[in-house]
DNA sequence: TCGAAAATCATCCGAAAGGATGACGACAAC
DNA sequence: GTTGTCGTCATCCTTTCGGATGATTTTCGA
């Protein structure tokens, strides 16, 4: 139930859902609008059809991110709760690993921060980086900039180095 | 280019993206033969238009799940295999770290280029490690390129990473 | 619902890094 | 003595990074 509250009863995916719509109705208005004050070229429904279908599949594709996006910040928070308290108790061998929490608001180091020196970690570029985000690569710079402000690095690989040092990459 | 490589040169994405077009295709063409076959009834492209909308939205939110879903598949993964190698060079806290020279050999890493290797990874730059092994920069970069190839990495933070699970690198 | 914090994106610039290629001396192995 | 590897250095060029700054939009908590 708790996946449906967060899809349904949020009220940013209620923003997207009802923009959804209002598109959409435009979108058939706007058709039987043209219908009767423009010539209808012969086959045009093929046409109408594909240009709705390509349309509203892009919308789609890019409602189907933003909801998965949304919810795994919702789920990071999640998650990262969930572990603080075993932190103390657990086990070095299997865990998926919890970034020490305490280095990381001490140095005010946001959660996109930390997500984005891990992919830096792994060897990805900025360019790489955002695209696997979904975002710009000047976001992607701010970040690192910022990141490597709050670590006091000044290169990434310096960054990755303080980041493992104190903890907050695995 | 990683980063787009693991959507659009992942198989898994490329069939979905067929069969998203044959889908498409095959919706188009439906709508086409039926124009001709049965009767149409008036207004009735705002009908279709409102079932390909429809359609196609739903379409596009289940790739655009699809989509992060495989991503996160792909990213988990690369975790485990991260987590999994250097475990078992993991240094019992004391040693002085001992390289592992069966791959640096069959590599074919030289000595003077897992030094380098080294000082990238505690952070320094070229101009730094330059400086601290009496050589010139030009030097430096040259081992590092080639150093860079022989790991497979393109970046200085790959090579790194690189190094850490083969157990190059402490 | 208001404001602060966070995230996003852009542009401009200089510095650093990466890639290709050529060259030269030292040194060991054949 | 020839060959091959290694380390050294250089030049030229392209790409990537890092830093500064400003703006807009989202998100979240009071």
Known sequence: MAGG??????????????????VGG??????QYTEYRFVIIEHSVELYSALVAILF???????GLRITRSRETIRET????EVLVPAEALAPSEAP?????AHQQTLGITARE?????????????REIATQLFVSENTVKTHCV???DKLGAARRTQAV???????LLP
Do not use: Q, Y
């Open 5 to 22: 509250d967060i899809l349904l009863h949020n009220p940013i995916m209620k923003r997207h859902v009802l923009i959804f719509g209002l």
């Open 26 to 31: 435009l979108l058939i208005a706007t058709l």
């Open 57 to 63: 599949a892009t919308f789609g594709i890019w409602l």
């Open 78 to 81: 999640v998650v990262v709760k």
């Open 97 to 101: 690993f919890a970034p020490n929490t």
């Open 114 to 126: 930390l997500e984005i020196l891990n992919l830096i970690a792994r060897g990805f570029s900025n």
């Open 146 to 148: 910022r990141a490597f």
């Open 161 to 167: 180095l303080r980041g493992k040092e104190l903890g």
